[in-house]
Each structure stands twice: as structure tokens, then as C-alpha cells.
């Protein structure tokens, strides 16, 4: 295991040379710099292993990410992920529909992104795809 907070966990899998960040229910809790702090920590380690996929696991994430914080994700994180050659990134996500439609805008709104991205209702489904 790569990162363990209250809010998520991030491990690296070696035979797939890819990563799983799995938001926890305490993501409820979080606050605008909390949860930027806890994106960062995903750069970080997605700087440090270079994975070519990433699984979001968001069925327990609770945080709703309002525009403002949709941007800084797209500058900060996602053409991050993007630059260090990570192909696909599949998202697991709730079926709270604001919480979908928030992690879909981000996503739509960046346009330099490079990585292919899909949306699922279950893990196994993401994997087969990653």
C-alpha cells in the first residue's frame, strides 16, 4: 500500500502496472483544502510509479467537487496523471448522481487531457477495462 488516510487508500498493482485510489466513507468529512491535500498525495504517487492505468474507486466518495475545485483537479491533477503516460483511468462511481455528474464535468472540461476514460457502476467491470 502506497497511501493510507482516514479519507482513501492508494495502492500500486505491479502485475498491472497500474494504481487504485478507493475513497473512503470518511470523505464526507472533507473540506475544500482537505480534499486538494489528498489529491496531491495521488500525484505524488502517481509521479513516483508512472502507472498506465488508474482505477478512482468514488462509490464511497462524498465530497462534492464544485466547479472552482473542478478546475484546479483538471491544472493539478488530471493533466498530471495525463503527462506521466497513464493511458486509462476508469472511475467507480456512486450511484449519487451528483457526485457522477461533478466527476464526469471535470473530466469533459480539460481538453489536453490524453488518457481514455470510462465510467462504472463496479470494480470488476473497471478492471476488466483497465
Known sequence: MEVNTIYQTIEWQKTKEGMVQTWKAASKQLDQET????????????????????IVDMRRF???VVPEIQNW??????????????????????????TKVSVEQ???ETKEISFKSEYF???????KWI
Open 121 to 127: 457502476d463496479n470494480f470488476s467491470d473497471a478492471l
Open 73 to 98: 483537479v483538471n491544472v493539478n491533477i488530471n493533466l498530471k496523471i495525463s503527462k506521466v503516460g497513464c493511458k486509462k483511468v476508469a472511475f467507480v462511481v456512486s450511484h449519487d448522481l451528483f
Open 35 to 54: 480534499f486538494k491535500a489528498e489529491m496531491v498525495k495521488l500525484i505524488e504517487t502517481v509521479k513516483s510509479k508512472r502507472p498506465v492505468s488508474l
Open 62 to 64: 462524498e465530497f462534492i
Open 106 to 108: 471535470t473530466i469533459k
